[in-house]
């Protein structure tokens, strides 16, 4: 394919921390570009933030059913390829419903949507509809997290026994939400914009997902315990999960907002029967694998010592240290990779993709149901929804 | 008081690793010194023992019960001051009531009884008695320890919202107590001589410790849930607790046996209100210390930025590091205080003693009694006696 | 200014690592985007590269002395705005002039020249054209080394008195450069190419100017001995340097290619009266600072608690790593700003932009003079020249 | 041997830290015990450090050479066997060639002397009397040096290229020499007492001798760089060095007292053709070792990963973490092995000792002479006498 792939995005006007990631994680690497959005649910902020982003003027939009309706009459030539969606949760699903309709592939924010029933329709959806479906878990972008997953998955550490996932955070210690400015936190402690859960669906989405992907077990059972600390909040702004996953290995999954003076901390421990990972997403280039019968190692990006699904997942020498941005790059590469194949009009098999797809949107849905439930009940275990 | 203090010592004869912890540790600052013991529950190994420690031959005794009534019967200018109890936890118990009867103060390992009835039944035996009793709960003797205590509970940080603590080990992650020589293994894997737990009794109970030592808050519920990972095995070598506390703290605790490559990593992490500390035991001259409102510091022992209690606590400049002997030495040093005060005749208030007691024993007996009674309930929360 | 600058290549055709970074870097905050080049000497090469690059071939040319010409034919509204020199050493020169002469700005890779005669021949001939001109010392991109600027710069450290940098490689540790397919090995090993050093012109060279850039003084006398450890190798692969610097500070800077296992271990700590700054590459998000009178600090990329200079080099909320190419890219956000408001027709003082200039080209070829005519002098001190 | 060994003390009263250092490291092992002192140059300052250690007051003598004389005159069931040295610099070699004629193994603390010269009688001495003397080079005493030392030397790392040892502190950061309190800093910056150096003198020397103990190469040539950074002092406070090693090998070493912030920061790197270690004194119970074909290795004391040398000076098991007193307590205990094996009349050779000798002592005061000598010289290269 000889051209670059058009996106159109939906949110992320300026000023909003993610749309900005989105826009350079898609273009970092010379295969997307960026021809049209509706940046905000206001039309004239949309063309203001269409504007700074150097977009004409006709390619940026009050709304994105305008934007879905205008764009699959263009030329082919011109049209975009697929939409990114990366505004709060509630906007989720209809977004993507529409875009799917539309005959638009779709990226989309995580959490895919506000319950698990409407995940289920929008996975429906995708298999109807055959478009690309590319549910943005970042952190599963992280080379050395495609390490340690060859390593769990790939046999030499024998089964998985238990798992220990964290991501703290310090952001809403206080209540910040109160302060205007601070759009990010207004919406995601509002139940009518974030869902059943923000902590929980924030992050400790991030975290189940990322212990599934790593060690391809599922969370079969789990015990919540979510808290709202601070006075005059509605939703959790931490919890702790016991967890029960496939084959008998146990678990522990903690998120918090309230972690004062951590910044994005998530962390993830894997103790299988004769080595252990750990890997920490503020210090991503390094995964500390430990053996029962030798010293222990630290496996680094980009040097010869890891494997191939790591390797593919770099753009620079060992020691040039590649963070959070270029991860989330590994997304849209994939999608990227995966799309061109599609148009150029070879099948696609979007379940064996190297990037998250609606099945993660539905699994992390399921999990959220599940914790939200737990909380409230006298019961030990509260199964997850396979 | 111009002699040193004279300790007998019951079990931890040549091979037994603590028992030799227990000497170094004592004897560090000069302050006590090692006059008797039994070493062992053979008179013949006991007696070996007693040899290669240089002990006069008859000093070194067959039983704890021979060496209470002979060594109650020497001239005072001789007799032991105080015994120290390194045995397995079956042991503790028996020997603890017979040392207070004889006469004498008691030094013991941890966890201090097989059952909460018998802890509190010694501790009804100390109060009556009026003797010492020193329960080793080493890790509180690091001065970073002492320093994350007086932080948290000085005020500046407000109230503390959650815990986060872990004891992982790997060293049983194969089921090595089949192999003759691992001592340790074979007892702490032994319901007879290790008690209702392995895990959990063995580490979980420096967790808890540790938890209510830095908050100064109790475990009122908790929920946990215990596996028995090696096949074989009867009593468990892995356990997650999830924990309320006083004041509406929550928490997590996790001890493991299992998790390969980890040595004796005991970690802690309480998040209060404005501020965070941090301390890694593998690294016990650090102290994290995070911040809502300024950059994170790194407080390090026997520098002039950390408080009285740290201060107190050690014997080398800044930057020559303490480690597990001296933080168990601490333990000895705070005891001998103690003592030497008590046998120069003025008024101890135990209490107020900078060293655990049979009152940290009882906490221990009741959370590891709850621990146990909650992983086999079907309820989520199980009270902790208090 | 409503539109991206448009930037064309010279060098770095598809395969080499350098072309691919400064491609990312340059495109990264959608300022620029790359319209033509030259990338390869070999006409062929560089079409076959612009082709994967995605653009229109007749904007793919055969040499940069073609690039220049035909560019400068072009419409104003179509022609590039300013070239990138990523080639070899020995080309820069030329090219540079070359470019400047034909009425383009330049951004160009270090070391600037193959001489201090050529670098001060080029600086010359910037202040003739009053063109920008930009040297990629990408390190001094990095946030926390603006906040290490501040900081040492700022007063509240007092004087300056030791400086130690170091920047250990190990790629060279072996004679790779036997091997065709190691490209950048065989030219910067060749003194044609490379200049009269390999080590200390690759990475010496970004020692001195992170030393220089950090503390705000010049090396003024300098002790070098350089070594060739790998046999039938001409050029240096290691080199120790002891440094003077002005108003009294010491230094010492090793910069090595052979540091077996060391991937891109650039660090620097600069000691003065009250506080030290520490910062190393590899982990780039984190600024230890240590103080006379209080405990030492983490200081961390996007926190609230660094300042101005770092803010204002940060894409992301604290916590999500930036790395290696973001600030590279923070190099090209401060020319794009700089060229933009140039060709805005405003006012620009080249000497008080936020990227390296030609000043930095000529510091560094001065440096590199004195340490090849110290490697080989009797004499200890050998003066830099201004 | 069924008895503690007898040690006496010259130096190290109550207050003075590597006094009581001494005394914890040389009984930690319950192998020796300190028997007699002469603590103090003044006799009432000797007995009130002598009463406040227990020691009966006949034991506690007013001068070295007193207690030599009465020492010598007990039975040999009582007379000390040994004495240690732990005055300042210039009373080291006076003592020791006392204690060595009236009969007495000696261990001294570094620099031996205060001149070559010295050194040099002193070792002749040792030759003639054939008693035991020990250096404390008490770094060299850590597990993970000696795991160190048996990597680089053992060949599988091939030939030593580069070596890097520094050892920052900040202690003498300001001029507290001038505060009467401060008793080692005014010692050790007054020339009559510290020598011809301060820096080098005190930890220049570790450097040094931790270089040469690793790889067991010599360093034979030099070019020093001495600095007094803080106003009115007379010697050194840092000091930079380029070593050139037998073999080929090239070096740096560094050394001050006027790094702000660091507390106790020895470490060293060595490079060798196929692989690196590097050691950091702060956190000495890991060593990374960096292969040139495999992943990066954190060696651990304690651990099975470790070689004999290593596990041969440990005391706990692994995650238990042994720090300063237990390295320093390592030279003591091979210092007790070896003599017990000559007390036994059995045949020593001191040379094939763990622990540092007069050889050591040599060494170390032809280095140091050397880097005087080199610091005022116009050469570059300065050789070290052998």
């Not at 994680?25 to 206001?42: N, P, R, W, Y």
């Not at 059913?65 to 969606?85: G, H, S």
């Not at 993709?353 to 849905?365: E, K, L, Q």
Request: glycine share 8%.
């Amino acid at each position: 394919m000889n051209r670059k792939l058009r996106m159109g995005m939906i949110g992320g006007g300026i000023g909003a921390f993610i749309g900005n990631v989105h826009r350079i994680a898609a273009q970092m690497d010379g295969k997307i570009e960026l021809v049209c959005g509706a940046f905000s649910s206001t039309p004239e902020k949309s063309k203001e933030s269409g504007k700074q982003l150097l977009l004409p003027n006709n390619r940026v939009y009050g709304s994105y059913k305008e934007m879905f309706q205008k764009e699959a009459k263009l030329p082919a030539d011109q049209r975009m390829d697929f939409v990114t969606i990366v505004t709060p949760n509630n906007v989720h699903y209809d977004a993507a419903m529409s875009a799917l309709s539309a005959g638009f592939h779709v990226v989309c924010d995580k959490p895919m949507t506000m319950t698990l029933a409407e995940a289920k329709r929008l996975q429906t959806k995708v298999k109807q509809t055959k478009q690309l479906f590319c549910l943005t878990h970042n952190y599963t972008g992280y080379p050395m997290v495609k390490e340690a997953r060859s390593l769990v998955r790939g046999g030499q550490m024998g089964r998985v026994r238990k798992v220990v996932v964290e991501y703290p955070q310090g952001w809403l210690a206080d209540r910040i939400e109160r302060n205007n400015r601070q759009k990010q936190a207004i919406w995601r402690t509002d139940p009518k914009k974030a869902g059943s859960s923000c902590c929980m669906g924030d992050i400790g989405s991030h975290c189940e997902n990322l212990a599934e992907y790593v060690t391809g077990l599922n969370i079969s059972e789990l015990c919540s315990d979510l808290t709202t600390f601070v006075k005059g909040r509605i939703l959790d702004d931490d919890g702790s999960v016991l967890l029960r996953m496939q084959g008998g290995a146990k678990g522990i999954l903690w998120a918090s907002q309230i972690a004062v003076g951590q910044e994005n901390s998530l962390n993830i421990r894997v103790y299988c029967e004769k080595g252990t990972i750990e890997w920490h997403q503020e210090e991503p280039n390094t995964l500390i694998v430990r053996w029962a019968h030798k010293a222990p190692e630290m496996r680094r990006t980009s040097t010869a010592f890891v494997g191939k699904a790591a390797t593919n997942n770099v753009r620079t020498p060992a020691g040039h240290p590649e963070g959070f941005l270029e991860a989330f790059g590994n997304i849209y590469k994939a999608f990227a990779q995966t799309l061109e194949k599609k148009l150029n009009g070879k099948k696609v098999d979007e379940s064996k993709a190297d990037y998250p797809t609606v099945t993660s949107g539905v699994r992390g849905m399921a999990f959220l149901e599940a914790v939200v439930k737990s909380n409230t009940s006298k019961n030990k275990w509260v199964r997850v929804s396979k």
